[in-house]
């Protein structure tokens, strides 16, 4: 037996293929996860094994290895969330995203850091040793919300699409925020005397931080979908650029002391439009699916090594601080929200509601990055209370708060996710508002929005497409595509059924001559409309049409590492078009 | 900056990246790999980085560890290998495979290991400190012929089936005759005597190390198969137990000391199946591609790493021993195909000719394994010969040899690959003589493979299946499958080509009435033929017919961490069923 040899990569299987068992046991049983939210039900198998080892070796359970979490753990995870960010909302609502995001948690670092202290100077509670300092460092850790934990909780009870990106965006952008006012806050920490110039050194890192990590983001996610230009001939690795650029843009942001959260968001939006139209579509579903099944295991392995790491000794039990941590949190987070929604409020006519404000409050749950933070701290007599403390709100706030909030939700009739993707129609109508709305910006001279976004798709249409995408003479439509992609499905449905060729259904006849009729149409008003957009729009849907009757079936040869059956591109055979229009006709 | 903190990860990405970046490099240039084969150009790559970084630290590029290659490089490319292995063709030439194989490769490793003993007696060469043990142990880490190696050139030459896999077959095979010869000389050469009974020993690991690992792989494979049955309610992480699954297997046979290749082998080729048959089309491909993905990363990175420990001082520059290796490994191989071919022939209908002989001879590439191995040698004074030896073997058959081979077969007219798969008409055809054959052998009491297959066939679906399928109650017949995969492939074309709907082609129309009325007739051959087939056939075309109307279009919600989009399990809609049928009616 040589364990030894094959030590690391064996446990690191095994620990995912726990991880995977467990979700599986969890879905085997469909009323458990209903219930319950699943990152609840990992914390507690984590909890369980955690006590297990406890109890065998009688000493503590390794600790969640901070380097591990940021740089393998969370980037599949960030990035899943980046590439699925439904853009719309989320640049439709950035500035109040930005606001809570930026603001907020400032507003809460300062709030959570200031009551602690003075909580700290009861004598009874024998705080007084924890400087004002230390409780700022403490609140700029806990005050951020979690990505990982809201996404959990946040997808299982499918609330309004502006309601879930007003706090799914915030956790995601504080990263930038939290990260400044942690390390300011270390040092400070480490400093003897704290000049004024370095607090406006530390406001000046704010846009550095952010700015720094978008910029690094966007770099990256253009050159990956430059790269992907070249793949035409080899197909199997396009998902590979994929994955290589936004870890990339990730781990060179964290080298220069940057955002890497914002950075690969960045880069994965940036990416997605040209990668998605550059790749084949094998290669798009393996990206999609490999995103989804690697942020998946992670975000398992994430919430089961939080309850591993949860038992311990690591802890000093000082309950009233711990209890105030707690009440704190929750406190200043909903004053945070009142506050800045009464100055949203104020300048938008799409107002936030009280209901969605309570939720928003109180969905600000905290996770792994807190955990992880507080592991980093510089070694000081109360760290044990401070990842008490910590460990409780996680705690606190993924069970008691992520166990009721589906309940909450339901009871205040909180307005839900809609059903159903928008159907062409509706497409059609956004898109027509968007030009016209653009259009009145343009002559009243307000430059909102609309202006910079149909300014941006001029630059996009006219440079961009161009260098990254492979066949630039002929970008498609964004409803050309989506008209594609409903027609494959609908016959991979059909195929399915058993229904090709033997009956063409009537509802997918009308259907598609409604899609095909309605394309045109806009087309046509789009042309009319305004100047800025594609003229080849139409000329795209007579490509589709033109194609036609010009595919046979083809099989491709038997197989072969580089390639996968069925890739080989289809040629033209002359003779057989000329025999199937004759019969058609 | 703060490289430390990232280095791993940024420089493992990194390799990865220029390892990719090289790829479509030369695929950018059609002409390049036409003529010279990928795994040649990747080593001159590696070459060139060696050079630059031996020119700038005038020190020696690090060496490929071999660990790293033997835990993380190898099992994609073996379980790549595995999983798309043509079953058939393989299990049909089973015996001479493993006579190759073992045989074959035991002849190589004496035959090579004496010789270079005679030619280290020589005084002119100054090698007489060179034992026959040490001799040995280099023939054993020189014999094997390296499947990476093989498959880089054979997969671009595209002969035919039968060749391939007895090449192929055997490359992979050999590794468990490889890991004894080695282990058992290596400890020979660390013992003072060797007593008979250490030999005998020896030969009873040949069918421990191949056996347990075909057993630890079976194990794996079928645990696999049967957690899939589980993963109905979350499909993300389906791909994910064919990986985990796979290289535990691997792991677990290099821990117990057994074959690791033949382990993964037997994990892909017993789970595939019945994997196919639980997980869902998405996951499917999502495992292919990524399957495709990571072996052709592992494969680069594995040519590049060779090119770059090339250079260096790791040398001893004897030209004599050098020389004399790579003639003997070309004669022993040619005279070992010559003779065991000899043999096979006798006891074969199907014979190999002599050009498939030539081929099989000089397709006997070395690689990566014999470079890692040298590399674990124990230190000793002559380390240094082999090491020049077996880096002048490798990049002599893989430029020489890789680079002519393709040329050879042409002029030789070596029979090819057939373009196409096998159409239904054929598939049927092949199943009708094995149940004919099956029966015959069992009438006239000759226990061949036909029998075996039958009687494996008939366990298979008597037990097996209801274990590790889904819906045991109704199985699918291979046919069925195949036809269901046409019709979607088909239905995919047609919606690209915007035939959907608007007019069905004739030919689909024909070629699937063809196909269905195919279909019936032979489930009921099948089932005249023999009561040991499945009498589920015919109800599954029933079924497939059957549900002809019952599927309308659906979408599912908008975005969620563990679905992907179109999942959902369509619901029958009695109302539009009735509707539907009424107009085609």
Redesign the interface.
């Given at each position: 037996?040589?364990?030894q040899?094959?030590q690391v990569?064996?446990e690191i299987?095994?620990w995912?293929?726990l991880a995977?068992?467990a979700?599986?046991g969890f879905?085997?049983y469909?009323k458990l996860p209903s219930v319950v939210p699943e990152s609840c039900l990992l914390i507690f198998v984590g909890l369980i094994m955690g006590g297990i080892i406890y109890g065998l070796n009688d000493k503590s359970p390794p600790v969640m290895d901070s380097?591990i979490f940021f740089?393998?753990l969370l980037p599949p995870i960030v990035l899943?969330a980046g590439y699925?960010m439904?853009s719309r909302p989320f640049f439709e609502n950035i500035g109040t995203i930005l606001l809570y995001a930026v603001v907020g948690t400032i507003w809460n670092v300062f709030g959570i850091g200031f009551s602690l202290y003075g909580i700290c100077q009861v004598k009874a509670f024998r705080l007084q040793d924890v400087s004002l300092l230390h409780n700022l460092l403490f609140g700029s850790l806990i005050a951020a919300v979690d990505p990982v934990a809201v996404?959990?909780v946040f997808?299982e009870i499918?609330v309004n699409?502006k309601l879930h990106i007003l706090v799914f965006g915030e956790s995601l952008l504080n990263d930038a925020v939290t990260v400044v006012l942690y390390k300011l806050f270390r040092s400070f920490c480490e400093m003897s005397t704290i000049k004024s110039v370095d607090i406006f050194v530390g406001v000046g890192k704010f846009f550095v931080v952010g700015l720094g990590g978008v910029l690094v983001g966007l770099t990256f996610g253009l050159t990956a979908a430059f790269?992907t230009r070249?793949?035409k001939?080899?197909r199997?690795?396009e998902?590979?650029?994929v994955f290589?650029y936004s870890?990339?843009s990730y781990?060179?942001a964290?080298?220069?002391?940057l955002s890497g959260i914002v950075a690969i968001i960045a880069c994965a939006m940036g990416m997605k439009r040209y990668v998605e139209a550059n790749i084949s579509l094998?290669?798009h579903?393996?990206v999609?699916?490999?995103m989804?099944?690697w942020?998946?295991?992670s975000?398992t392995l994430i919430f089961i090594f939080l309850g591993v790491s949860t038992i311990g000794e690591n802890h000093e039990w000082n309950w009233p601080y711990i209890c105030f941590t707690v009440v704190f949190c929750l406190i200043w987070r909903a004053l945070g929200v009142l506050v800045l929604t009464f100055f949203v409020n104020r300048f938008h006519v799409n107002t936030i509601t009280s209901k969605d404000q309570f939720i928003i409050a109180y969905g600000g749950l905290r996770g792994a990055i807190c955990f992880s933070l507080v592991f980093l701290l510089p070694d000081f007599h109360r760290k044990k209370l401070f990842i008490a403390a910590t460990t409780v709100v996680i705690l606190f706030t993924v069970f008691v708060q992520g166990m009721t909030i589906r309940p909450l939700v339901d009871l205040l009739a909180v307005k839900r996710?809609?059903?159903?993707?928008p159907t062409v129609g509706e497409q059609i109508h956004i898109r027509f508002l968007d030009h016209l709305l653009a259009g009145i910006e343009d002559i009243s001279g307000h430059w909102g929005q609309y202006y910079w976004k149909d300014k941006l798709e001029y630059f996009n249409s006219k440079y961009l497409q161009k260098i990254l995408l492979r066949e630039y003479d002929q970008p498609k439509s964004s409803i050309v595509l989506l008209y594609?992609k409903l027609?494959?499905?609908?016959?991979?449905?059909?195929?399915?059924?058993?229904?090709?060729?033997?009956?063409?259904?009537?509802?997918?006849?009308l259907?598609?001559?409604f899609l095909c009729s309605n394309n045109n149409r806009t087309a046509i008003t789009d042309k009319k409309l305004e100047d800025t957009l594609n003229p080849d729009v139409l000329e795209n849907i007579q490509q589709?049409?033109a194609?036609?009757?010009?595919?046979?079936?083809r099989?491709g040869?038997?197989?072969?590492?580089?390639?996968?059956?069925?890739e080989a591109e289809?040629v033209e055979h002359a003779e057989e078009i000329l025999i199937?229009r004759h019969?058609?006709l």
């Open positions: 037996l040589d364990y040899h094959v990569p064996f299987t095994l995912i293929m995977s068992l979700k599986i879905h085997l469909n380097d740089l393998y899943d699925f439904p996404l959990a997808e499918h699409e790269t070249f793949t001939d080899i199997v690795i998902p590979l650029f290589l870890y990339l781990l060179t964290e080298m220069f002391h094998k290669s579903t393996t999609k699916y490999f989804k099944m942020s998946s295991v975000d996710e809609r059903e159903s993707a594609e027609e494959r499905k609908h016959a991979i449905e059909l195929a399915e059924a058993g229904q090709l060729g033997h009956a063409p259904s009537h509802p997918s006849l259907r598609s001559g589709i049409l194609r036609n009757l010009y595919r046979i079936r099989t040869p038997a197989y072969n590492r580089h390639t996968l059956p069925g289809p199937l019969k058609s």
